[in-house]
């Protein structure tokens, strides 16, 4: 507990701070391991066991037999490809609704000057204020009104509002310089022209950001597809593994949650630089 | 008004001998201008409209109304209040939302912010402590929900496993009345950690190196240093991120419906879960609309007090 320190250079230097450091640590390389990548080990392997290895006490840490059967049984049984499909397009499409959308919204509100342009911003932002789960029942009905359930539309279009990914794209192009545009407009460039040849390609790392933060929203998300989506064959796959966990085998459940998981975690892997620095930007930001 | 600063300007380069527009052809134009604002923000709009602020004004009408999809509402003054205020799984729900927000805040605030310390201070295999800890929050919540019912299983369990490996008593763990809650915590932790434990990482980076320099010349032990240094140059990044956990934890729903389905014995409905079991399973959307306004009305004021309180405590720091 208390071997934790801000220590300066100097007293890592000496032997017994080099001690000290190691020892803090291998202890924490050991915590992580066994915290944060241990149960992944254990699902990915835990779907490998027989049925009965998977439930004897006490467990086995590497499988006796490895089965590829869990997740082949799992892909067939549990329709995963139907719901994969699903999950893809939910998020693929709200991706591009909130990329265009956004983008155009957020353009127009930094560049072209609406009249009431603050006014809108600010009810934009004052959505931020607002806990969006609390209000899940009445957009329900809403889109339940406007005949979308069941309807992946009923995952694109609530998307776009979006207020911290709008706020995030309208703040960036604040920061594009004035030159930059009336040196366009000059050489007789239209709105959408400058908008796509010169806005855009300079917002490639907030665009960037934003498609990662979309991407990831609506594959993780639990609450509102279980509402929208009561026809089993258009349920993204997090609503089908809890609709088909009950009365399923153990092992094949776990193959299909490894499934599940399988997207995200790779697109983390491959993006985790950016994924990390703009997590870690966006905050010291403010 | 500031609107008409920039362009006229513009016009008057590209134009420079020309005499300027008659007053009708500026009107003309500024409208044309708006139309293209207003074109390039109609999408968003109508979203936002649609999905966020009629929603928010709906609630609130619909809370006085007998709603069933299909029929005509009825205009039942406070009725709807009243039924939900009089049901017992409603102390139940906010006595358990407020106490897995406050497990939540003192575990899910004090183990990151412990480990981003620590990390700050060591210097090798950097990516992989980021990884591993962030790992788990790219995990979809609910394989995360399933993966922990597994581990909570009480006979064949990973978490009595664990229990017995270190000769300690099994537990009932999200089986039992008195430990439902806590498990619930312990994954939302679990889950959550890697972002909060990113974010205090970047703040430590950014606290000058010199002032540890100075403390430490001034004689401050390591607990002093942390005491005054480290917390008060985070200061404002850890109010925020605790408002933050505050309201999102306030509004839990995946574990409870995955991995108790909310009991045993209501020890673990949640407020959130109990405007879903009105809405989907009592058919009753007033009253899930008027839980809906009791819950955004309290968590309104609670942000109001304390970002009020926090700013006062700012302007003393500063």
Not at chain 1, 106 to 117: I, K, Q
Not at chain 1, 220 to 233: G, I, K
Not at chain 2, 10 to 24: E, F, L, S
Not at chain 2, 107 to 123: Q, T
């Amino acid at each position: 507990m208390s071997t934790r320190t801000l220590v300066s250079p100097a007293a890592l230097a000496r032997p017994r701070g080099r001690a000290t450091y190691w020892t803090v640590f291998t202890a924490i390389v050991l915590l992580f391991a066994l915290a944060f990548l241990f149960p992944v080990y254990w699902m990915v392997t835990g779907a490998m066991k027989s049925p009965d290895e998977v439930a004897r006490t006490p467990p086995t840490i590497v499988p006796k037999a490895w089965h590829l059967s869990g997740y082949t049984d799992a892909w067939d049984l549990m329709q995963l490809p139907t719901h994969l499909w699903n999950t893809v397009v939910q998020a693929a499409g709200a991706w591009l609704f909130q990329l265009v959308l956004c983008t155009a919204a957020a353009y127009a509100l930094s560049r072209l000057r609406p009249v009431f342009g603050k006014v809108i911003l600010g009810g934009i932002l004052a959505t931020l204020m607002v806990p969006a789960q609390a209000l899940v029942v009445p957009k329900y009905l809403t889109v339940a009104d406007l005949g979308l359930l069941n309807d992946p539309l009923a995952i694109w279009l609530p998307a776009v509002a979006n207020a911290f990914n709008l706020y995030l794209l309208k703040r960036f192009f604040d920061q594009i310089p004035r030159d930059v545009l009336e040196a366009a407009e000059i050489d007789g460039a239209g709105r959408l022209r400058i908008l796509w040849s010169i806005v855009l390609p300079m917002s490639r790392p907030v665009l960037g950001v934003v498609s990662i933060f979309a991407l990831v929203a609506v594959w993780q998300d639990f609450l509102w597809p279980l509402m929208v989506f009561s026809d089993t064959e258009k349920q993204p796959i997090s609503v089908a593994l809890v609709q088909l966990s009950q009365n399923i085998q153990l092992t094949v459940l776990i193959a299909a949650m490894v499934i599940a998981s399988i997207p995200m975690v790779a697109m983390f892997l491959v993006f985790q630089r950016h994924i990390i620095a703009g997590i870690s930007a966006g905050s010291t930001k403010g | 008004m500031t609107k008409t600063t920039a362009r006229p300007v513009q016009a008057i380069t590209v134009r420079p001998v020309q005499a300027p527009p008659p007053a009708g052809d500026r009107m003309r134009r500024r409208l044309a201008d708006q139309a293209r604002a207003y074109a390039f923000l109609l999408g968003g709009l109508v979203c936002f409209a649609l999905f966020s602020w009629y929603p928010a004004i709906r609630a609130v009408v619909i809370a006085f109304q007998k709603y069933t999809p299909g029929s005509d509402p009825e205009w039942v003054g406070t009725a709807n209040f009243t039924r939900v205020l009089d049901d017992p799984e409603f102390t139940a729900a906010w006595r358990n939302t407020l106490t897995f927000t406050l497990l939540a805040l003192l575990m899910g605030f004090a183990i990151p912010f412990v480990l981003a310390l620590v990390l700050n201070e060591l210097r090798h295999a950097r990516a992989f402590f980021r990884v591993a800890v962030y790992l788990p929050v790219m995990i979809p919540p609910v394989v995360t929900a399933l993966l922990w019912k597994w581990f909570y299983d009480p006979g064949t369990g990973l978490a009595n496993e664990a229990l017995r490996f270190l000769h300690l008593p099994t537990s009932n763990w999200s089986n039992g009345a008195d430990t439902a809650l806590i498990s619930l915590v312990i994954v939302a932790t679990w889950a959550n950690m890697g972002g909060t434990v990113l974010i205090y990482l970047a703040a430590l980076q950014s606290i000058p190196g010199e002032l540890y320099e100075a403390a430490e010349l001034d004689g401050a032990s390591l607990l002093q240093r942390i005491r005054h240094v480290t917390i008060p140059q985070t200061r404002f990044v850890i109010l925020m991120l605790m408002l933050l956990q505050i309201i999102a934890t306030m509004q839990v729903f995946t574990e409870p419906f995955v991995i108790t389905g909310g009991g045993p014995e209501n020890a673990t409905v949640t407020v959130l879960y109990l405007i879903y079991k009105y809405a989907f399973l009592y058919n009753d959307f007033g009253g899930a609309c008027a839980l809906s306004v009791l819950l955004l009305v309290f968590l309104g004021l609670f942000s109001a007090v304390y970002l009020r309180l926090t700013r006062t405590e700012g302007e003393d720091a500063a």
